[in-house]
């Protein structure tokens, strides 16, 4: 009997070339592929003619059918996990499936292949050293200028999925709250046949995807430079200050500043005289 075994298996995210052998002989190999849209990877499966069965795994059920994974492990089967495109549990449903796996004891095996936000950032020409995956910001404009707030004085390079409608917008929310002057880089339908790769100031972007229906169409990553470092001394950025603020109004601003300076790094003396000076 094969040893029971999940494997967490990257596909393609636009040009099927981009399959690697190792995912092709895992994926006609295993008992069951849990495909996130079993009608979308159909596709995927007759192009390389392989067989196996398929069941959906999505995040409508994604509980009741890690149950259903795991009894197949039981009994000694070997299970492939994919997504739609890229590589699975990115902004992909799949990580209750893989906890509830390891917890049941079971081995987990990452097959790794195309991701786009890591092909966007190789090819933005923004800093790789440091960079924060934000996954999609919300949908309400309410909601995204506050989820950008939270990252405004962020010096790593921050990525983002955004879907096409909703691209305008977004880019719209990150220049009003970096400032319009902050590089972005729009990568868009990537490893396909329109594949879009920018950089502009993000005011320009604004109009640039304004004027161009066709790259409000696709799938698009955007990537954000980061905030210039603060160099020591300079004024208390926004996260410390929020932090510093919730923590000086529970326990008092001397203790509240001793907190915040263990959570954010920052001297708490220079916390606890920001709050004495604005009282």
């Keep these: 009997m094969s040893e029971a075994v ?9 040009n099927l070339d981009d399959m690697v052998p190792r995912a092709l002989k895992i994926l006609q190999s295993v008992d069951v592929i849990a495909a996130e849209d079993t009608r979308h990877s159909s596709r995927l499966m007759q192009h390389f003619s392989i067989t196996t069965p398929m069941i959906a795994c999505h995040d409508h059920n994604e509980e009741y059918v890690a149950e259903k994974l795991i009894e197949k492990l039981r009994q000694g089967e070997q299970i492939a996990l994919i997504s739609d495109a890229g590589t699975p549990l990115i902004s992909d449903p799949g990580y209750r499936v893989v906890t509830q796996v390891r917890d ?19 090819a933005s020409g923004l800093p790789s050293d440091r960079f924060i995956f ?6 309400k404009e309410s909601g995204r200028r506050q989820r ?31 400032g319009g002057d902050r590089e972005v880089v729009l990568a868009r339908e990537l490893t396909k046949t329109f594949e879009t790769i920018k950089a ?3 005011a320009e972007m604004v109009a640039w995807v304004e004027s161009d ?14 905030a210039p470092k603060r160099e020591q001394g300079e004024a208390l950025d926004a996260e410390t200050l929020r932090v510093l603020k919730i923590l000086a109004a529970e326990v008092g601003d001397k203790q509240g500043a001793v907190l915040a300076a263990k959570v954010t790094g920052e001297k708490k003396n220079k916390l606890y005289k920001w709050l004495i000076a604005n009282q």
Excluded at 134 to 139: K, N, S, T, V
Excluded at 217 to 224: A, D, H, Q, R, S
Aim: glycine residues 8%; proline residues 7%; aromatic residues 8%.
């Design 6 to 14: 999940l494997y967490i298996v990257a596909t393609p995210i636009g």
């Design 104 to 122: 049941a004891g079971f081995k987990v095996v990452p097959v790794p292949g195309a991701c786009a936000m890591v092909a966007a950032l190789c």
């Design 134 to 139: 934000e996954g999609f910001l919300p949908a």
């Design 148 to 178: 950008l707030q939270r990252v405004v004085d962020e010096t790593a390079t921050l990525i983002y999925y955004e879907s096409p409608h909703r691209i305008v917008a977004s880019l719209s929310s990150i220049a009003e709250v970096f």
């Design 200 to 202: 502009l100031p993000v």
């Design 213 to 226: 229906r066709n790259q409000q169409k696709g799938e698009i990553v955007l990537l954000v430079r980061g």
